[in-house]
């Protein structure tokens, strides 16, 4: 279930002949993983949540149209979706979330949240860091590697977990928009090296590294002889441009290493769940995902971070439906993102919850921010920076919760604004990671933690 | 899946026994036997499709021996695609359009078809083929920002005018333009979206969705767009309208029970019952040219794919 690159390792029809890393006992060990199945470094052994699982919307997901419904709001805001009560007291959702309605006591939910930008790849940059980037951001000339490391990288670094990813991202390949990629997705002003480990996790459960790309000769089935392998490195090395294989060696490295360990392989194999789990999580990319996701969390993985899609826009040629629904938000909800993100989040938060998981890692659904309350001149909604949603569990947080209330049409905060920075610094303190650590490390040291989470 | 009316003729049976106070035992054994009958006399629903990608607005072909429906063929790929009844065989409708296509329409004689196709001057623009003129294409700009669309096409009986959904100003609305994409007319102009236009078969009235009133309901309208009549008053959404070849149903998807599930009532909005009852999804309801059986999309296990399924009395 598991290849490089490009290739597959399996199809429908059985083993394809390009298939070259045969997860499993079969392979060679090329080096050590001492800190696989629940072999957690000490740092985390102090912390409420061991890991962390980002779900990440990425396009911004509608509020209004989810959990911060107004049906009192005249139909310029209020939308077409009737609301459903919840399990709590006065709150509702839209008709949309029948299943995390009726789970409703199992996580807690903010209606404030809040971002400094309007455009997809800064406000990502920084709700995914809690901070802004000292060059305005991405939209405004900023350049990769002068952003603040994402929450991921921090926890990797201070969980310093050999050669196992501490940073897994699952995505098609780098997140962004049609435009680029979000800076604030990696390691930022630490690095390459603490950047996010990628897998691409397709809808049957086919899980590849998206970044690698196999130099040329350097087939896939001599990849599994190790001798031939570091042979192969050596003579690429003499003859292809030094900084370009370094880089790739590099990631080849760290990928093979993972790949080809016995513990860390059955992680990525998604055959080894019952087809009832499979099942429960939906056939598509972004279910098997968060199945994989789970999987990892259970291997010790400190951060996951599971994306809804590559790219956050919709419609255009090369996008793969994100949450960036400018167009037919109405249609869309409708047919494709209230029902899968009903199904898959449901699905995560029972199975976490099943074994044992749930009280050990922290869940977060998130997305840059959310969308024009006011529908917009093409009866749809823009972007929304001012008050949003996120949904938490497990990992230390209270379940039951609503925090923050919004005003009447669902464009302002009336309570407190729960800010980026203290979105980062209550996952980080939630992990482990002191005021004092933090600081020790350069990191959301001034950043406040949701109280009313915990 | 058992339909509401296994259910009414076990409570029925139920009654008629305590009624005559017959034994528990018997009374189980009726609703088995009754149970029973009805699952031999109903068929099963037929699976057309086994690959489990996400499927949206199935439609019969001209002819009735092929399905066209739109499929999240690959993670960055949305097309319609042509399922052949006779041998099961699938192809890519339009191979040579390389961008996202949606919701595809034919007119009855076959001779234009019509879909959604994403572009950068509009999100989804309309683009209808003729396809006895080596598939010349006719493309509507829906008007406005650059990010409109229109989406949930129809061919008017006639053949002479495609009614869809158009985005517009506060809300969406139903509009037509003819076959060239010209002369467009607005057939709603209401507050909230008006979504999913489906045509009487003798092409006088057009039933829709709207969140006019709040939640999406269906309504129906004359084919101009006047005398707008509301034929549901739900909780939830009522969406999707679809009308029976013989003009006398509607199907529909509710979520009135919780989830989506497909409906049926006559056309003037009275005795809807349920067709379908799963926990997972149902959807997309588009009658057989028979009218005997619904075309849909049902996701089961995880899986969506498209069926066929009897419907009720």
């Not at chain 1, 509020?63 to 419904?69: A, E, I, N, R, T």
């Not at chain 1, 996010?196 to 590849?208: K, R």
């Not at chain 2, 359009?97 to 919701?103: E, K, L, R």
């Amino acid at each position: 279930m598991l290849g490089i690159g490009r290739f597959r390792n399996r199809d429908c029809q059985g083993i394809s002949r390009r298939a070259f890393l045969q997860v499993g006992a079969t392979l060679p060990f090329v080096c050590g993983f001492s800190t696989l199945g629940g072999q957690i470094s000490q740092a985390a052994d102090a912390a409420k949540a061991k890991s962390v699982l980002v779900v990440w919307l990425g396009g911004g997901p509608s509020h209004l149209d989810l959990f911060d419904p107004k049906p009192k709001a005249s139909s310029q805001f209020r939308g077409p979706f009737a609301t459903i009560d919840t399990h709590l007291p006065g709150v509702s959702f839209t008709e949309l979330l029948p299943k995390l309605a009726a789970r409703s006591k199992n996580f807690s939910l903010i209606r404030t949240n809040i971002n400094y930008e309007g455009g997809h790849r800064p406000a990502s940059s920084i709700m995914l860091t809690g901070s802004v980037a000292p060059d305005g951001g991405e939209d405004r000339g900023g350049k990769p590697g002068q952003y603040p490391p994402n929450y991921g990288s921090i926890l990797a670094r201070h969980r310093a977990t050999s050669e196992l990813p501490g940073f897994v991202s699952l995505a098609r390949g780098p997140i962004g928009d049609g435009v680029g990629p979000i800076f604030g997705h990696g390691g930022g002003t630490w690095g390459k090296g603490h950047d996010a480990f990628m897998l691409s996790c397709s809808d049957s459960g086919e899980v590849s590294i998206p970044a690698l790309q196999l130099p040329e000769g350097l087939s896939p089935m001599r990849l599994t002889d190790r001798r031939t392998v570091l042979a192969s490195l050596d003579q690429m090395r003499r003859t292809v441009d030094s900084a370009e294989f370094d880089k790739w060696d590099g990631v080849y490295k760290r990928a093979y290493a993972l790949l080809t360990a016995s513990d860390a392989s059955k992680a990525f194999d998604l055959t080894q769940e019952s087809d009832s789990t499979r099942n429960t999580y939906g056939h598509t990319s972004f279910g098997q995902s968060a199945l994989l996701g789970r999987r990892l969390v259970e291997q010790g993985v400190p951060y996951v971070q599971v994306n809804w899609s590559q790219y956050v826009e919709v419609f255009f040629p090369f996008s793969d439906y994100g949450w960036d629904t400018h167009s037919d938000n109405f249609g869309l909800m409708a047919d494709w993102h209230g029902p899968l993100l009903d199904r898959v989040l449901s699905a995560l938060l029972d199975d976490m919850q099943d074994r044992g998981l749930l009280d050990s890692t922290l869940v977060i659904c998130m997305g840059e921010f959310g969308r024009t309350p006011r529908i917009n001149n093409i009866g749809s909604r823009d972007h929304w920076p001012s008050c949003y949603f996120s949904v938490w569990a497990g990992g230390g947080v209270a379940p039951g919760r609503v925090i923050g209330e919004s005003d009447a049409n669902g464009e302002h905060p009336l309570t407190d604004p729960i800010a980026p920075a203290m979105v980062g610094t209550t996952i980080l303190e939630l992990a482990g990671m002191s005021t004092a650590r933090r600081a020790e490390m350069g990191v959301l040291s001034g950043g406040r933690v949701i109280d009313d989470l915990l | 899946m058992i339909c509401c009316n296994t259910k009414r003729h076990a409570r029925q049976l139920w009654l008629i026994a305590r009624m005559r106070r017959t034994s528990i035992f018997v009374i189980c054994f009726f609703v088995v036997a009754c149970l029973t009958a009805a699952s031999a006399v109903a068929d099963k629903p037929i699976r057309l499709t086994h690959d489990g990608k996400r499927k949206l607005s199935p439609v019969f072909m001209p002819g009735g021996d092929s399905i066209a429906f739109t499929v999240h063929h690959v993670p960055n790929q949305v097309i319609v695609k042509r399922l052949n009844l006779t041998d099961g065989s699938q192809e890519p409708l339009f191979p040579a359009d390389p961008a996202h296509q949606f919701d595809a329409a034919f007119s009855r004689d076959g001779r234009y078809r019509s879909y959604c196709r994403s572009a950068s001057i509009r999100q989804l623009v309309l683009v209808i083929q003729d396809t006895r003129d080596n598939n010349k294409e006719f493309i509507f700009l829906p008007p406005g920002s650059s990010r409109g669309t229109v989406r949930s096409l129809k061919f008017t009986p006639d053949g002479r005018r495609i009614v869809f959904t158009l985005s517009a100003a506060g809300g969406l609305q139903i509009a037509s333009v003819n076959l060239k994409g010209e002369d467009l007319k607005r057939l709603t102009e209401s507050e909230g979206t008006n979504y999913w236009p489906s045509i009487s078969p003798d092409g006088k009235s057009i039933a829709f969705s709207s969140s006019r009133n709040g939640p999406y309901d269906i309504y129906v309208m004359d084919i101009d767009g006047g005398n707008v009549r509301r034929l549901t008053n739900s909780p939830t959404r009522d969406i999707r309208p679809a009308w029976s070849p013989d003009g006398k149903q509607i199907a529909f998807t509710s979520a009135r029970d919780g989830n989506y599930e497909l409906y049926v009532m006559n056309a003037d909005g009275i005795h809807p019952r349920r067709v379908t009852n799963h926990p997972e999804r149902d959807d997309f309801a588009a009658w057989q040219p028979d009218g005997k059986k619904l075309l849909t999309v049902a996701e089961r296990d995880g899986r969506m794919d498209l069926y066929l399924i009897d419907v009720p009395e």
